[in-house]
C-alpha cells in the first residue's frame, strides 16, 4: 500500500522559516517526479513545487509565487521529500500536500500539513 506522510507544519512568524518533511512508503521516491501543492480552505489546490525523477536529472520547479523562498529536495536513502520554505509570508497559510508524480489534480497524496504564518 502506498502512503505519503507529511510533517513539520507549524505556527511561525512572518519571515520565519520551515521545513516540511513527507515519508514514502509503499514506493520508491527517486522513480517518481513529487510534488508540494497547497490548499486554504474554501479554494483551490494551489501548486508549489515539483522535483523530477532520478532518471531525469532531478530537477526543480516551482510556482511563481514561492520562486526564490522555498527549495524542494528529496533523500532517496530516506525515501522522503522535502519543502525548505524560508521568508514565510501571510499568503503562504495554508495546508501543505505532498503528491506523487507531476501534479494533475488526481495525484495519490498524503494527509496535509498545517502552515500558518501569522503575528
Known amino acids: 500500500q502506498v502512503q505519503l506522510v507529511e510533517s513539520g507544519g507549524a505556527l511561525v512568524q512572518p519571515g520565519g522559516s520551515l521545513r516540511l518533511s513527507c515519508v514514502a512508503s509503499g514506493l520508491d521516491m527517486s522513480n517518481f517526479a513529487m510534488t508540494w501543492v497547497r490548499q486554504v480552505p474554501g479554494k483551490e489546490f494551489e501548486w508549489v513545487s515539483s522535483?523530477?525523477?532520478?532518471?531525469?536529472?532531478?530537477?526543480?520547479s516551482y510556482g511563481h509565487s514561492v520562486r526564490g523562498r522555498f527549495t524542494i529536495s528529496r533523500d532517496n536513502a530516506k525515501n522522503t521529500l522535502y519543502l525548505q520554505m524560508n521568508n514565510l509570508k501571510g499568503e503562504d497559510t495554508a495546508v501543505y500536500y505532498c503528491?506523487?508524480?507531476?501534479?494533475?489534480?488526481?495525484?495519490?497524496r498524503g494527509q496535509g500539513t498545517q502552515v500558518t504564518v501569522s503575528s
Open positions: 503528491a506523487k508524480g507531476a501534479w494533475y489534480g488526481g495525484n495519490l
Open positions: 522535483i523530477n525523477s532520478q532518471a531525469v536529472g532531478g530537477q526543480p
